[in-house]
Nanobody, 121 residues
Framework: QVQLVESGGGLAQAGKSLTLSCRVSGMINVANAAGWYRQPPEKERELVAT???????EYADSVKGRFTISRDNAKNTVYLQMNSLKPDDTAVYYCTAGTFIGAGYYPNSKWGQGTQVTVSS
């Protein structure tokens, strides 16, 4: 059974840091590609960061320079280090395993339940 379990969310003050983790089990391997999405309150879900099989990382402009995606293939776990947090980073964060087709990242259909991040000003 495929499972993605996010953790590490919580309440943080603006300017502080949080690290999210996502442990993946089952027939999905984050070594191919992985990504983090977020959904702010009453807004659309957006892609925040991706990491390819070669380790190439990409970020949304809104988090570039502040967030870092990484993974541990042996643990089948993906991380999102979030620094210099802003109130606009408040959202539910979801990790995904997926694949790149050309320049586009395509997540697998299985998603975790997400982890809430709330940043206070």
């Amino acid at each position: 059974q495929v499972q993605l379990v996010e953790s590490g969310g919580g309440l943080a003050q603006a300017g502080k840091s949080l690290t999210l983790s996502c442990r993946v089990s089952g027939m999905i391997n984050v070594a191919n590609a992985a990504g983090w999405y977020r959904q702010p309150p009453e807004k659309e879900r957006e892609l925040v960061a991706t990491i390819s099989a070669t380790g190439r990382t990409e970020y949304a402009d809104s988090v570039k320079g502040r967030f870092t995606i990484s993974r541990d293939n042996a643990k089948n776990t993906v991380y999102l280090q979030m620094n210099s947090l802003k109130p606009d980073d408040t959202a539910v964060y979801y990790c995904t395993a997926g694949t790149f087709i050309g320049a586009g990242y395509y997540p697998n259909s299985k998603w975790g339940q997400g982890t809430q991040v709330t940043v206070s000003s």
